[in-house]
């Protein structure tokens, strides 16, 4: 993750704000309030991506257009939400700009967090016509 992250900063800002999970409880429980600590985490006006695997999926190269598609729009801050053990509320979904799935496998989110720097690397990649992607 660091080093895609590190390769990014060259061509966008990155942050990664880690809330922790709710730990005790319920599935229910536990998705209430992350939900809570996410949604207190997000920033006014940034459009929200929930990582989950029942989303959309994507290409890498329409993953990068719809990324350049908000940022030509002037869309400045996009929030990536990944979920904790027991996913996401079904209100965090409907809240989002996008549900993107990485894959229709389940992940732990570390495992997300890697996948996640890359692709978005990638991305900035196809944006900015890099060799990076072929």
Do not use: C
Request: hydrophobic fraction near 45%; glycine fraction near 8%.
């Amino acid at each position: 993750m660091e080093e895609y992250l590190g390769r990014l900063e060259r061509m966008a800002s990155a942050e990664l704000v880690v809330v922790p999970e709710a730990g005790t409880g319920d599935a229910a429980h536990q998705q209430r309030v992350e939900q809570q600590r996410l949604l207190e985490a997000i920033k006014p006006g940034e459009r929200v991506i929930v990582l989950d695997e029942r989303g959309q999926e994507l290409s890498s190269p329409e993953f990068a257009q719809r990324l350049g598609a908000w940022r030509d729009q002037g869309v400045r801050q996009v929030a990536f939400v990944i979920g904790g053990a027991y996913g996401h509320a079904e209100t965090m979904r409907a809240e989002a700009d996008l549900v993107l799935a990485l894959s229709r496998m389940t992940f732990p989110h570390q495992f997300v967090r890697a996948i996640l720097a890359e692709q978005l690397y990638r991305a900035f990649a196809i944006l900015n016509r890099l060799p990076y992607h072929h």
